[in-house]
Antibody, heavy 119, light 106 residues
Framework: EVQLVQSGAEVKKPGESLKISCKGSGYSFSSYWIGWVRQMPGKGLEWMGIIYPGDSDTRYSPSFQGQVTISADRTITTAYLRWSSLKASDTAMYYC????????????WGQGTMVTVSS | SYELTQPPSVSVSPGQTASIPCSGDKLGNKYASWYQQKPGQSPVLVIYQDAKRPSGIPERFSGSNSGNTATLTISGTLAMDEADYYCQAWDSITGVFGTGTKVTVL
C-alpha cells in the first residue's frame, strides 16, 4: 500500500526549533516529488514547497522561502520540514503529499502533523 | 504572485448539480486539479489535469478548464459530497491552491 506517515503532534514555545517528518512507503520514494502544505486553524490550504528526493531539488513558494527548510533522506524514505525559530503564527496543521508527475497533482497525502506554538 | 479565487460557499440540493468555479489569470493555459477535504480529514484528489478522475472517484465528479476559469461540477450531489473543495495549479515552478469553497448540501 502506498502511504505517507507523518510524525506526531508537537507543542513548542516561540523561538524554539522543530523538524517534522513524513515517511513514504509502498513506492519508489526517490522518483516522486514530496510537497508540504500548511492549513492554519479554520483556514484554507497553502502550498509551501516541494522536494525531489532523487536529487534534493527543492522549490519554495515565495511566501515560505526563508521561513522553513525542506529536506529529504532517500535512504530512509523520509522527507522533513524544519523551522529554526518558531512563531505563534506557525500554529497550523501541516500535510505532506506525493506529487505524481504523470498527474500534475498530489495523489497521496499524509495524515497531517499539528504544530502548536504557544508561550 | 499567482492567485486562484473561489467563491467561499456553494449550496446545492440533494440530487442537483453543484458547480464550483476557480479563477486565475490564463488558468486555461495550465493544468488544474481539485481536492476534497472533509472536516478532520486530509485532502483527497478528485480531479487532475483539468478533467480526469483518479481511480475510485465517482463519475458524478467532473472538471473543465478554459480561459481564466476552471470548474468542478458535481452531478447528482449526495449528502456525502458536503465538504471543502480546493483548486490547485502550477505557477512556473511552484504551486498554488485556490481560496477554497465550502459545499453545503441542503
Amino acid at each position: 500500500e502506498v502511504q505517507l506517515v507523518q510524525s506526531g503532534a508537537e507543542v513548542k514555545k516561540p523561538g524554539e526549533s522543530l523538524k517534522i517528518s513524513c515517511k513514504g512507503s509502498g513506492y519508489s520514494f526517490s522518483s516522486y516529488w514530496i510537497g508540504w502544505v500548511r492549513q492554519m486553524p479554520g483556514k484554507g490550504l497553502e502550498w509551501m514547497g516541494i522536494i525531489y528526493p532523487g536529487d534534493s531539488d527543492t522549490r519554495y513558494s515565495p511566501s515560505f522561502q526563508g521561513q522553513v527548510t525542506i529536506s529529504a533522506d532517500r535512504t530512509i524514505t523520509t522527507a522533513y520540514l524544519r523551522w529554526s525559530s518558531l512563531k505563534a503564527s506557525d500554529t497550523a496543521m501541516y500535510y505532506c503529499a506525493r506529487q505524481d508527475a504523470q498527474l500534475d497533482a498530489f495523489d497521496i497525502w499524509g495524515q497531517g502533523t499539528m504544530v502548536t506554538v504557544s508561550s | 504572485s499567482y492567485e486562484l479565487t473561489q467563491p467561499p460557499s456553494v449550496s446545492v440540493s440533494p440530487g442537483q448539480t453543484a458547480s464550483i468555479p476557480c479563477s486565475g489569470d490564463k488558468l486555461g493555459n495550465k493544468y488544474a486539479s481539485w481536492y476534497q477535504q472533509k472536516p478532520g480529514q486530509s485532502p483527497v484528489l478528485v480531479i487532475y489535469q483539468d478533467a480526469k478522475r483518479p481511480s475510485g472517484i465517482p463519475e458524478r465528479f467532473s472538471g473543465s478548464n478554459s480561459g481564466n476559469t476552471a470548474t468542478l461540477t458535481i452531478s447528482g450531489t449526495l449528502a456525502m459530497d458536503e465538504a471543502d473543495y480546493y483548486c490547485q495549479a502550477w505557477d512556473s515552478i511552484t504551486g498554488v491552491f485556490g481560496t477554497g469553497t465550502k459545499v453545503t448540501v441542503l
